[in-house]
Nanobody
Framework: QLQLVESGGGLVHAGGSLTLSCAAS????????LTWFRQVPGKEREAIAC????????NYDDSVKGRFTISRDTVKNLMELQMSDLKPEDTAIYYC????????????????WGQGAQVTVST
């Protein structure tokens, strides 16, 4: 059974950088489509970056395109989200997720979730 554990959240000033990590155990991330979601209070969880796997290029929501980079390391069995030029509107709880459906934005299609990491961007 795949389990995901997140790390790397925190407080950063606007314009700064932060990297979130999602370490996997119990199965190889090689067999999954990987997505980072984020959620702010009162709003739905939204997909912001996906690494579908194979030769597919990563997909990004327009709100983070050019600033965030998703990656997977099959040797270390982890996925990361490198975030740069952070803005106050990036403040949210970030979740890593692994599923069998390529880059789906449908939350119900993901069976495996990290516990969430708070990212706060101050002005």
């Amino acid at each position: 059974q795949l389990q995901l554990v997140e790390s790397g959240g925190g407080l950063v000033h606007a314009g700064g950088s932060l990297t979130l990590s999602c370490a996997a155990s119990g199965d190889s991330l090689e067999f999954y489509s990987l997505t980072w979601f984020r959620q702010v209070p009162g709003k739905e969880r939204e997909a912001i970056a996906c690494a579908g796997g194979g030769y597919n290029v990563p997909n990004y929501d327009d709100s983070v395109k050019g600033r965030f980079t998703i990656s997977r390391d099959t040797v270390k069995n982890l996925m990361e989200l490198q975030m740069s030029d952070l803005k106050p509107e990036d403040t949210a709880i970030y979740y890593c997720a692994a599923g069998k459906y390529y880059c789906s934005a449908v939350i119900a299609l993901y069976d495996h979730w990290g516990q969430g990491a708070q990212v706060t961007v101050s002005t």
